[in-house]
């Protein structure tokens, strides 16, 4: 009750002397103040509140001080002084409960107000990349909303184009559906024809009986001594010696059958033999009379029905954007292998060998057939066509010719270490080796051969990689060592049994199930369980089997279908394309083709005693495979 109260200068209140401490500056703080001072301060830059000098924790003293007893006045003669300061020194102490509580609270917002700071920077900071995000968002979505409107442009056009190409279709097949009717009645008159003739033939046969037998019966007559002086002869008297002349009333009924297709009268006989000249001639047996005319009336022309077997283009050929460069490099990269192959296979049809730009600026070349497609009203622009006879030198199909220009190349559709086995090949069943020819005798043979207009300066690389090529070493020759199918279904039950049922089919062998090695939760594989079935194919079958899976895939594989070992392997969608027949009970299963290579005396390091290394020279390598390929099956490989 008696303490001496001083004002704390940091919250400004009274406070006991003894609660003071003081500084050497000369500065005091009542202890709570200084010790929530210290405890939200750095330890080493702490300073004073009042004077700022720096000050340690350990420098602060206590002051001592003994306050003077009340005087006596103040004990005994002013009771009321002494109830008032009873008073105020129980609400002193009430102020410093308070003062304490709200100190601790103090201290509670004061680390509240710190985290919601700390919370703040970061949704703030959070903000930012969000708003970022947004910006570069709002940027993607104005590109992606361009692409779109482009899209939507290219698609409307195409489905323009597609209206068209419809509407062009329904004509197409609104024509052909006219010609197919003429046709039919084209075909019925011939038929009607045809019984004419037969008619004919048959009173023709009737007519050779009677003159036949007239002639037995003359021969037999007895010669009368009136013949020999006088012959007596009744003109009223029917001359059965006569010779009726055929009957051509069948002519007649067949112009009405046949129409304005027969022609009759002389002078249109070099015109109707024009017109005729691949026709089919029906009545060849007239020889007399009118000869001319009855050869030319039993003449039917069937050109319509007569179709050349020609280049089988491919669907995309159809659509218009196949024919322009596209700004797109992957459509552009698709486009130029699909027209890469075109040529090639095209050139291999026709036994083209040069392409030149001038082939693309005007009508009538060679070309024309797939440079142009006059039904969609599309053609290659020489620039794009240059731009592919490029890709072309590029991947090693073609070479300038002549050289140091860009305007003309020798197409390889066959490379020239091809051609000079085909001329190998044909010298040797001439027997033209180890003699002189020149090259037109090479390319123009008395005799059609595989080397029939090969162009001179293809001829002299062939010739230089046939003097390049070292004599065929038997142990050298590539052969197939074995062919595996497999058909992975990915799990057991039916469908393995199926596949297992479409490989017995297809190869008239007992297919081995394979197991999982390990367990994949993500497709529901558990380990050991049977999963894939395949067969081992060798000898004779295998090739034929392999062949007919080439087909399926055109004879055209990737470099990447070739392994270092100078193995190879592909993949088929749809096992019905072997020639398989279609079973709905079974369905349809693809499958893989691996073909392991092989050459003779490669046992020596799988036989059980003696066994040796095959040397490196004798080894399969990715390039013999490839070579193998190209000369057995004439496969084309692709980047």
Known sequence: MDDLLVECPIHLDAVSIKDI?????????????????????????????????????????????????????????????????????????????????CSGRFLELQHEVDTLRQDGVRHNQTIQHLRDRYEVLQQRLVVETSNSARAREENNRMKEEVTKLQVENHKTSITLEQVLKELQVQLERVKLFQGYVEQYKHKCNLEKKKRKAIKHANHHLLPRKEDDSLMVVDANAPDILRRDGPDFGWLDEACKVKGDQLTGPDDEDSEFEEENEDGVQIGDYFTSGNQKVHENASRISLDSLIYEPGFLLPSI???????????????????????????????????????????????????????????????????????????????????????????????????????????????????????????????????????????????????????????????????????????????????????????????????????????????????????????????????????????????????????????????????????????????????DFYVVMGRPGMRVAKRKERKARVGFQHRVTKDDTMAWFKQRFDGIILK
């Open 317 to 591: 050929h159809a659509a218009p954007p196949f024919f322009t460069e596209q700004p797109t490099p992957s459509t552009q990269s698709l486009f130029a292998d699909h027209w890469i192959r075109l040529i090639l296979s095209y050139a291999r049809h026709r036994r083209l060998f040069i392409l030149r730009i001038e082939d693309a600026e005007g009508p009538g070349s060679d070309w024309d057939e797939i440079l142009r497609n006059e039904r969609i009203n599309r053609r290659v622009l020489p620039s794009y066509l240059s731009s592919l006879i490029a890709v072309l030198v590029s991947k090693n199909l073609a070479i300038y010719e002549p050289a140091k220009q860009t305007r003309s190349v020798l197409l390889l559709w066959r490379q020239p270490e091809e051609w000079a086995e085909a001329l190998h090949a044909w010298a040797t069943a001439s027997g033209q080796l180890n003699t002189i020819l020149t090259f037109y005798e090479i390319t123009d043979p008395p005799i059609p051969s595989p080397l029939s207009g090969l162009p001179v300066p293809l001829l002299r690389r062939a010739i230089n990689a046939e003097q390049k090529t070292t004599p065929t070493n038997p142990m050298k020759e590539l052969r197939i060592d074995k062919l595996v199918i497999n058909i992975c279904v990915g799990e057991s039950g039916d469908r393995l049994t199926r596949a297992s049922k479409v490989l017995e089919q297809l190869t008239g062998q007992t297919p081995v199930t394979s197991k999982a090695r390990y367990t994949v939760r993500t497709f529901g594989i558990r380990r050991n369980e049977k999963i894939a079935v395949h067969v081992t194919i060798r000898g004779p079958k295998a090739e034929e089997i392999l062949e007919r899976g080439l087909k399926v895939k055109e004879y055209e594989l990737k470099r990447k279908n070739f392994s270092d070992t100078g193995n190879f392997g592909f993949g088929i969608q749809e096992h019905i394309d072997l020639g398989a027949r279609y079973d709905p009970g079974i369905g349809i299963f693809g499958m």
């Open 21 to 101: 401490l003081v500084f050497k500056c000369g500065h005091g703080f009542c202890q709570p103040c200084l010790e929530e001072h210290f405890a939200h301060g750095q330890s080493s830059h702490i300073s004073c509140p009042t004077c700022r000098k720096p000050i340690r924790r350990k420098e602060a003293f206590p002051l001592f001080l003994a306050p003077a007893q009340p005087s006596s006045r103040t004990q005994s003669g002013h009771p009321t002084a002494e109830a008032a300061h009873a008073r105020l020194t129980r609400e002193l102490g009430e102020a410093k409960a308070a003062h304490a509580n």
